[in-house]
């Protein structure tokens, strides 16, 4: 494996440029969201809020009906189609918490497979991008749980209730795997964890009504699928017995025809409810 160290850092600065503009529309978007909930919740009708406790009936949304497990916590209004304003706040804090709970996980998968030796002493740009996207979801946890608070909801630390399972029952492998068959298996993970990440902000921007809330999952929505294209292109490399090619500079001439491509395999992400999780999965009373 060959790299540029120069060229490496330059892209590494371009990921952190789309990173810092991201995280800018996010903060303003934050403040807007917290003023938009804070003015419906205070405009709530009473009798709601006391349905809220009992009434699981399926949130309407901006075109599309969710099952009651996925709007715990909602009201629908009828006919209308359209949130109540206290339920509104209530999903976002859900959604805001569930989201802080898959960066954790993020960060801390990343951070595991930066102390497994064929990671640490690897290929010098998986690893540099391995230190760089831990960084970024530490970032995003951050912004989600500062608006959950400032919501007055708590801040979420800790991982996805039902990921995080799963990722611990991969560590034994993840430490047992060679230099050979563990950089693939510790790409493969990534992979599910941004595409679990993207496909969640996805689905919560249909879900959140208002444009701050879609705004501020968008915003990190466009950083994570940057992470899972890299992901892609990095696996279909790996599983194509190619690792040579995961290089900084790249050997364009030598990338198979798939290479410009297989980084954006959905048009529209399809919202998988393997991936994409439901606000009250990671949310906290």
Not at 125 to 152: C, D, R
Not at 250 to 264: E, I, R
């Amino acid at each position: 494996m060959r790299y540029d160290e120069g060229r490496l850092e330059e892209l590494i600065e371009e990921s952190a440029d789309l990173q810092t503009d991201g995280m800018k529309s996010t903060r303003g978007a934050l403040d807007d969201l917290v003023e938009i909930t804070k003015d419906q919740q205070a405009h709530a009708d009473p009798d709601e809020a006391r349905d809220l406790a009992t009434d699981r009936r399926p949130l309407v949304g901006t075109g599309a009906k969710l099952g009651g497990a996925l709007a715990a916590g909602a009201v629908g209004v009828g006919a209308l189609g359209m949130v109540s304003a206290f339920a509104q706040g209530n999903v976002n804090v859900q959604a805001l918490q569930t989201s802080a709970s898959v960066e954790n996980l993020a960060v801390f998968s990343y951070g595991k497979a930066l102390g497994l030796p064929y990671i640490a002493n690897g290929n010098a740009v998986i690893k540099a991008f391995a230190m760089k996207t831990m960084q970024q979801h530490a970032a995003h946890a951050q912004a989600f749980n500062a608006a959950a608070t400032k919501l007055g909801g708590k801040a979420q630390m800790n991982p996805d209730p039902v990921i995080a399972p799963k990722v611990m029952a991969m560590l034994p492998a993840l430490v047992a795997a060679t230099t050979t068959t563990g950089p693939p298996m510790v790409v493969a993970l990534a992979t599910t964890l941004e595409r679990t990440a993207a496909e969640t902000y996805s689905k919560n921007c249909q879900l959140m009504n208002d444009l701050p809330s879609r705004s501020v999952m968008s915003s990190i929505l466009g950083i994570d699928v940057q992470h899972l294209a890299v992901l892609l292109a990095v696996s279909a490399l790996l599983k194509g017995g190619a690792p040579q090619l995961i290089a900084i500079p790249t050997n364009d001439a030598a990338l198979p025809a798939a290479a410009g491509s297989v980084g954006f395999p959905d048009t529209f992400f399809p919202n998988d409810p393997t991936y994409a999780r439901p606000p009250e999965e990671g949310a906290i009373a």
